[in-house]
Antibody, heavy 118, light 108 residues
Framework: QVQLQESGPGLVKPSETLSLTCAVS?????????WGWVRQPPGKGQEWIGNIYHSGSTYLNPSLKSRVTISVDTSKNQISLKLSSVTAADTAVYHC???????????WGQGTLVTVSS | EIVMTQSPATLSVSPGERATLSCRAS??????LAWYQQQPGQAPRLLIYGASIRATGIPARFSGSGSGTEFTLTISILQSEDFAVYYCQQYDNWPPITFGQGTRLEIK
């Protein structure tokens, strides 16, 4: 069974960089699929952040592209997210997910709440 | 960007009855539409992809239909564990992948 587990600081100060890691077990990232991030602000719907393939190719949401970096470490079987210059609007539960090539998410992590506040 | 609109925002149905949830796309997404269920504090779970294909392990009481811009998720006989929030997502024309705002299915 594929399992994904997000980790990282739960509190980030405004203007700083949010950094999260997603550890994958039960499947090798190198074997295929996209791996990505989706966030859910409190009381709102899901927002797709971006995906990465094991080769390193990335697809990012144009609305966040200038602030987002997604990377993959196949040796550790994990992906990472960096979101720079955060504001309170970036407060959300951040999920990592496995995506089929078509683009739907077949496995999700539990999610981690990141609050942006001074 | 394709905008996904779900209705209603909240649906109240009694256990054992049928629930029908709607999702509309701002332009055609063909059959590239997925549905997810999310329980409070849990990860979303894939229910349907390809508009009508049940994901592995999903009970037959969940069915999806539609194509183009209008889609429906039907839960034929509601069980207690089905009360949750449901999201639709298009993956026809991405980036970006876009989600609906969700429908909360609550016990009547």
């Amino acid at each position: 069974q594929v399992q994904l587990q997000e980790s990282g600081p739960g509190l980030v100060k405004p203007s700083e960089t949010l950094s999260l890691t997603c550890a994958v077990s039960g499947y090798s990232i190198s074997s295929g699929y996209y791996w990505g991030w989706v966030r859910q602000p409190p009381g709102k719907g899901q927002e797709w952040i971006g995906n990465i393939y094991h080769s390193g190719s990335t697809y990012l949401n144009p609305s966040l592209k200038s602030r987002v970096t997604i990377s993959v470490d196949t040796s550790k079987n994990q992906i990472s997210l960096k979101l720079s210059s955060v504001t309170a609007a970036d407060t959300a539960v951040y999920h990592c997910a496995r995506l089929a090539v078509a683009g739907f998410c077949d496995f999700w992590g539990q999610g981690t709440l990141v609050t942006v506040s001074s | 960007e394709i905008v996904m609109t779900q209705s209603p925002a909240t649906l109240s149905v009694s256990p054992g009855e049928r629930a029908t949830l709607s999702c509309r796309a701002s332009q055609s997404v063909s059959s590239n539409l997925a549905w997810y269920q999310q329980q409070p504090g849990q990860a979303p779970r894939l229910l349907i992809y390809g508009a009508s294909i049940r994901a592995t392990g999903i009970p037959a009481r969940f069915s999806g239909s539609g194509s183009g811009t209008e889609f429906t998720l039907t839960i034929s006989i509601l069980q207690s564990e089905d009360f949750a929030v449901y999201y639709c997502q298009q993956y026809d024309n991405w980036p970006p992948i876009t989600f609906g705002q969700g429908t909360r299915l609550e016990i009547k």
